[in-house]
Each structure stands twice: as C-alpha cells, then as structure tokens.
C-alpha cells in the first residue's frame, strides 16, 4: 500500500473516533477504582528511579516521573480484581509491568531517534543515546530484581518478554535505511508488538 494512501486511511480513522470519548471515559472510571493502588505505585516507581547509578537514574526518571496512562498496571490489577483482591504481589507486579514498558521506550527512542516523548525531549536528546540506553537497562534490572523477590515463579515469563524486544530493536535498526518494508515483514512486527502487550508480567497466582 502506498504510503499516501495509508496516510489518509490513518487520518480518516483518527478523524472519526476524535469525538468519541468512550475511551477515556473509561480510564477515567478505572483510575478512580484504583486511586489508592495507582498512588502507591507512583510512589514506587519514584523511588526506583533513584536507585541506581547516576546519570542512568536520570534518564529513567526523566521518562517515569512524566506519567503516562499507566494503562498496563491498571489492566494487571484489574485482571487480579477479577478473581478477588489487589494484593501487594499484584501491586509489585504491576510496577515491574510499567518498568518493563518504560525501558523499551527508552530503548526505542534511541533506535527510532525519538524527539518528544510525553510532552517533552526524550531522554536521548536530555542525556544522550547512550546515558538512556542504561536507563532502560536499569529499569530492567530493577524489573527482574522486583520480580524474583516478590513472584519468582513467574521470572520464566518476563525473561522471555524482555528478550526479543532487543532482536526487534537489532531488525529494525539493520532497516532503518529501508524505504520499503515488505508486507511480510510488517506484519511480523505487528504480530510482535501484539503478543508482548497481551503477554506483559502475569501477576502471581494467590494461594
């Protein structure tokens, strides 16, 4: 498909949800259902920003403390909700979800050479592509320390989930000076970026 015309058919998409505000609404409902536990994990997440060697700490924390949507943490603890209560493995697991999300942006910026990420210059363009390739690393880090202490029996699951992002990361930079991606590979990496969204950290089962 042409990219003008793939263009338009995005544009013709955004055009027709701009006024629906289903969507947002419903955030809105979920952030208020888990006020108390999305508070607590920004407080974590704070926090673990600054653990660790400077000046990786500030590239983490200059992405983190941006905010976000937190889509992930809620999605987990509304999955945990489902089948009784946030528990505080729920809650940790729910940090490693965001941690592991905001490290492969860091990532990515670098490799896309991101300029604006949450409102401002990402932190490649802060600190430097190296400075915030270890940021990502150390949120990682930070992510599989969090996850062996609080729910080993899962650590199986996210030291899959955050090994291929580097091979994606390795094939989409070898394109980068590719003009023309084949359908083949595209969908390759829709079906990737599919499966480690709907994968992401499982939160621990409750005894």
Same mark, same amino acid.
């Given at each position: 498909?042409p990219?003008?015309?793939?263009?338009?058919?995005?544009?013709?998409a955004?055009?027709?949800?701009?006024?629906?505000?289903?969507?947002?609404?419903?955030?809105a409902? =979920?952030?208020? %259902?888990l006020?108390?536990d999305?508070?607590?994990?920004? &407080? $974590?997440?704070?926090?673990?920003?600054?653990?660790?060697?400077?000046?990786?700490?500030?590239?983490?924390? /200059?992405? #983190?403390?941006?905010?976000?949507k937190? =889509?992930?943490?809620? $999605?987990?603890?509304?999955?945990?909700?489902?089948?009784?209560?946030?528990?505080?493995?729920?809650?940790?697991?729910? #940090?490693?979800?965001?941690? #592991?999300? &905001?490290?492969?942006?860091?990532?990515?910026?670098? @490799?896309?050479?991101?300029?604006?990420?949450?409102g401002?210059?990402?932190?490649?363009?802060?600190?430097g592509?190296?400075?915030? =390739?270890?940021?990502?690393?150390?949120?990682?880090?930070?992510?599989?320390?969090?996850?062996?202490? /609080? $729910?080993?029996?899962?650590?199986?699951?996210?030291?899959?989930? @955050?090994?291929?992002?580097?091979?994606?990361?390795?094939?989409? $930079?070898?394109?980068?000076?590719?003009?023309?991606?084949?359908?083949?590979?595209?969908?390759?990496?829709?079906r990737?970026?599919?499966?480690?969204? %709907?994968?992401?950290?499982?939160?621990?089962?409750?005894?």
């Amino acid at each position: 498909m042409p990219a003008a015309a793939a263009a338009e058919i995005l544009g013709r998409a955004a055009d027709a949800q701009s006024g629906d505000t289903r969507v947002t609404d419903r955030i809105a409902n =979920v952030q208020d %259902l888990l006020a108390d536990d999305l508070r607590w994990i920004e &407080s $974590a997440l704070s926090s673990a920003v600054d653990e660790g060697e400077t000046p990786a700490t500030l590239a983490a924390r /200059h992405l #983190v403390t941006r905010g976000g949507k937190r =889509v992930r943490p809620m $999605a987990l603890m509304l999955s945990a909700a489902c089948f009784g209560r946030v528990t505080p493995e729920v809650r940790q697991m729910a #940090v490693v979800s965001e941690m #592991v999300h &905001s490290a492969t942006l860091l990532h990515d910026d670098v @490799v896309d050479e991101g300029m604006e990420r949450r409102g401002v210059p990402t932190s490649r363009l802060a600190w430097g592509n190296a400075i915030s =390739v270890l940021g990502g690393d150390l949120l990682l880090v930070h992510a599989l320390q969090r996850t062996q202490q /609080h $729910a080993p029996e899962i650590m199986p699951d996210l030291n899959h989930d @955050v090994t291929p992002p580097g091979r994606r990361r390795d094939r989409a $930079a070898a394109r980068r000076s590719e003009l023309d991606v084949s359908e083949a590979t595209y969908e390759r990496i829709l079906r990737d970026r599919r499966r480690r969204y %709907l994968r992401g950290p499982r939160a621990p089962e409750r005894v």
